[in-house]
């Protein structure tokens, strides 16, 4: 498998991991970088972006919950900003929201995944969910699965609805339209939450070669499904917790400006105490939905034994800031396992530990 793109040198090998992914895990189509120091040291894509078409730089794909991170970053950039506060009731921007015994629940609460509103229970219908507004009026009016603030529990495709509403009250723009203005302008990443005509004709089609992938956390089950996927409509949604598109290069890029303390490539977007206080443990405890022990931070998921914070979305993408430094974004259009990732993420280990 060709691999196009660039790397340096001395992380030949890494590159060599991410075209094995090709050769002996099963990989499609798919791109990779990582930056070091600010700097992309690997930056490579492969494969096909649909059946004929090549994978290029340009390519986005849906990379399911590596979106989190990013949307979260839109509601605290309006905390940098002082436009609402970290620990205000999210009702005194969201009024209905107060209802069913969730008036107290906090801007961070739903921010690190203890609202209680995961619905892992009783999952919206693929109709709602792609219903902004029926979406919003559902959780609205929903009492929390739990006490709030009391435990947490991946809020598997109603966090980018929670996050996104207090965006829209907030501002007024839908959260694809504030990410797109406040967030992926400003640095360059080439991430989005809604596509227009033209991006979804960039957009790779997910697969499922040999038909055996299963998501036990993705319900309603159709979100895993390359039918709908791959379709107009869910394309020009906004799934904010599910559906964002992107390149790998935009996820290291967002990933390396959160190691810069919230700035990248001279631009300030977050203040480093803000990113301190998001990417710090908020809650180390059992998920409720994942059923394991885990440390949410404002948006990410923190890895409390090795360092390091990102999200990885189900098939097997990734974003992630590591403990030794490294920005890492992996997209990919095969519904798999991390195996592939995590041979690449070996090989970049093994790099840095041998300069």
């Not at 989005?192 to 319900?219: K, M, N, Q, S, Y």
């Amino acid at each position: 498998m060709d691999v196009h793109g660039s790397f340096d040198r001395a992380y030949a090998p890494v590159a060599d991991a991410f075209a094995a992914g090709f050769a002996v895990r099963g990989e499609v189509g798919a791109g990779l970088t990582v930056i070091v120091d600010g700097r992309a040291v690997v930056d490579v894509v492969g494969g096909t972006s649909r059946a004929g078409e090549p994978w290029t730089p340009e390519t986005i794909v849906n990379a399911y919950s590596v979106v989190k991170p990013l949307a979260a970053a839109c509601l605290l950039l309006l905390v940098e900003r002082g436009r609402v506060g970290l620990d205000e009731p999210v009702s005194r921007s969201w009024p209905a929201f107060g209802a069913a015994g969730k008036e107290d629940v906090t801007i961070r609460q739903l921010l690190a995944h203890q609202a209680g509103l995961d619905l892992f229970d009783d999952p919206p219908p693929l109709g709602t969910l792609l219903d902004w507004d029926a979406m919003t009026a559902l959780l609205a009016a929903a009492p929390p699965g739990w006490p709030p603030g009391t435990a947490h529990a991946e809020h598997v495709v109603t966090y980018g609805h929670l996050v996104g509403e207090v965006v829209r009250r907030v501002d007024g723009r839908p959260l694809g339209a504030f990410l797109r203005d406040e967030l992926a302008g400003p640095w360059a990443l080439d991430f989005h939450v809604g596509l227009d005509e033209p991006d979804r004709r960039r957009a790779a089609d997910v697969v499922d070669p040999d038909g055996t992938f299963e998501a036990p956390l993705a319900r309603p089950a159709e979100i895993v499904d390359p039918a709908v996927v791959n379709g107009a409509p869910w394309r020009a949604a906004e799934i904010p917790a599910v559906n964002g598109h992107g390149t790998a290069l935009a996820l290291a890029r967002f990933y390396a400006g959160l190691a810069a303390g919230g700035t990248l490539d001279g631009v300030r977007l977050l203040s480093p105490g803000l990113v301190a206080e998001a990417t710090r443990p908020q809650l180390v405890a059992r998920d409720r939905v994942l059923d394991r022990d885990v440390a949410w931070g404002l948006g990410v998921q923190i890895d409390v034994d090795e360092g390091g914070y990102g999200m990885g979305g189900v098939g097997g993408n990734l974003g992630w800031l590591a403990a030794e430094g490294y920005a890492l974004g992996y997209v990919t259009r095969r519904l798999g396992d991390f195996e592939r990732i995590e041979a690449v993420e070996a090989a970049v280990r093994d790099v840095l530990a041998g300069l």
